[in-house]
């Protein structure tokens, strides 16, 4: 999944300090040398205090047992005061233009009680059993409909491009009701805001929304997140409202309508669960589809385990989420001086759990930098764990499962044809290129 660690685009990469390395967005996108600092820092006893140039220092949480204690412990570790890794600058230009230290106010920016008042909306909707009766047969015509057209490419296209970011994508819209109009807009928005310090991603959002004849920018390689948070809250605010009076049977106005305390939902509250509902629910996906897909062009042996048992996708659903972790971290900030993993993190203490570490902790899992399409037990925390645990989990597994039902059969190999690439990000990230050849049965 990346090319050779002498390609990493990071100026001075291999006399960093690891406390800059684990923060470093390229070395996301080139992992050899990430994997080994987080394998190093699960070997330290306790935990590392990390502090990185140009960033508040923080607790690195990179065990798999300490991640799940302090997933556990929302008490004592809040999401609301520092949630995600970014730099000082970055921190203090979200709190002059919002006067709030995140942009947007979404389920993983807030804690208890109003995390688990604004979750309870949604949570009948996203239940297991609720997702299979209810979506499994227009999620199984979406399906056929992008496996039609990726044959219809003939024997080679790029996957991510041509299909992983498309997939997922239309599911969402056509849960939260959007038409499929306007989802290169939403595409766009996605992709910018979880990548906008790589050149490639917004160029490709930006192509992408320019040729739909849509808003597509300055043209130049920044991205004003400001900007983007603007035009997500101008468009779904006129989805609110278009909700509020007139519901529909979709997500969008069961967030319109949703009442928390008697009351409606809050407008920023309301508009940012529409944001994370459009981005986590699609661009997630997307990524550990791909990365799945990505694994069995590099090993034709575990595309036969899958071809000869079909009754193995779940298992390799499982696997490829635990190997893309396409949430890489969270940060919590901890309330009282509280013992983790034989150190004492005192109050006012920030730390970052960093799941890709956990999803590889050799005390877990076995040969973990191994893919197995059949690996179970497979304890991921790619989903996170506890009470902020995502709620969208059980409709991206359907999401992928029935994806793969539909498209393995027709599938009689494939091979990568050329060098798949990781985006350049540190907290939402994926393959961006996916070259393949495949042939057809």
């Not at 390689?221 to 609110?240: C, E, M, N, P, S």
């Not at 179970?376 to 969208?392: K, M, R």
């Not at 597994?397 to 990000?425: F, H």
Request: hydrophobic share 40%; glycine share 8%; charged share 25%.
């Amino acid at each position: 999944m990346a090319t050779a660690a002498a390609d990493v685009p990071f100026p001075g990469w291999s006399t960093a300090t690891i406390d800059d390395r684990i923060v470093n967005p390229h070395l996301y996108a080139e992992p050899e040398q990430l994997f080994a600092d987080y394998a190093e820092l699960r070997r330290r006893p306790g935990l590392y205090f990390a502090q990185p140039k140009g960033y508040r220092p923080f607790w690195a949480i990179t065990r798999h047992a300490d991640i799940t204690a302090v997933s556990k412990a929302n008490d004592r570790f809040i999401n609301r005061e520092r949630t995600y890794l970014s730099p000082i600058e970055g921190e203090q230009w979200t709190l002059q233009v919002s006067g709030d230290t995140h942009l947007f106010r979404t389920l993983v920016d807030l804690d208890d009680p109003e995390h688990r008042k604004l979750r309870q909306i949604t949570h009948a909707w996203f239940q297991p059993g609720a997702v299979r009766q209810n979506l499994e047969g227009k999620i199984r015509a979406i399906a056929r409909e992008h496996v039609e057209r990726m044959r219809a490419k003939g024997s080679e296209l790029d996957f991510v491009n041509e299909v992983a970011l498309f997939y997922p994508l239309r599911v969402i819209m056509m849960i939260l009701g959007v038409p499929p109009e306007d989802e290169p807009l939403m595409l766009k928005l996605t992709q910018e805001l979880f990548g906008a310090i790589d050149p490639d991603v917004v160029a490709r959002s930006r192509n992408i929304t320019e040729a739909a004849g849509l808003w597509g920018g300055s043209g130049n390689a920044q991205v004003d997140l400001f900007k983007i948070a603007a035009i997500f809250f101008d468009y779904f605010g006129k989805v609110l409202a278009d909700r509020r009076a007139n519901p529909r049977d979709d997500v969008a106005s069961v967030i319109a309508n949703g009442l928390i305390d008697g009351a409606p939902i809050p407008e920023r509250e309301a508009l940012s669960y529409y944001v994370i509902t459009a981005t986590a629910g699609h661009d997630t996906t997307s990524s550990s589809t791909a990365g799945g897909f990505c694994e069995l062009a590099r090993n034709p042996q575990e595309l036969a385990k899958l071809k000869a048992d079909p009754g193995l996708i779940p298992l390799f659903v499982e696997e490829s989420i635990r190997w893309t972790t396409p949430v890489k971290h969270f940060m919590r900030t901890c309330t009282t001086d509280t013992e983790v993993g034989g150190s004492t993190i005192g109050k006012g203490e920030s730390l970052a759990m960093f799941y890709w570490s956990g999803n590889r902790d050799e005390t877990v899992f076995a040969d973990p930098m191994v893919f197995r399409a059949d690996r179970d037990p497979n304890p991921h925390i790619a989903f996170g764990h506890g009470v902020h645990i995502c709620l969208g989990m059980h409709l991206a597994r359907l999401e992928m499962r029935i994806l793969w039902e539909e498209l393995l059969p027709k599938l009689a190999s494939v091979e990568l044809a050329g060098e798949p690439k990781l985006s350049i990000a540190n907290f939402v990230s994926g393959l961006k290129t996916l070259p393949v050849r495949v042939a057809w049965a």
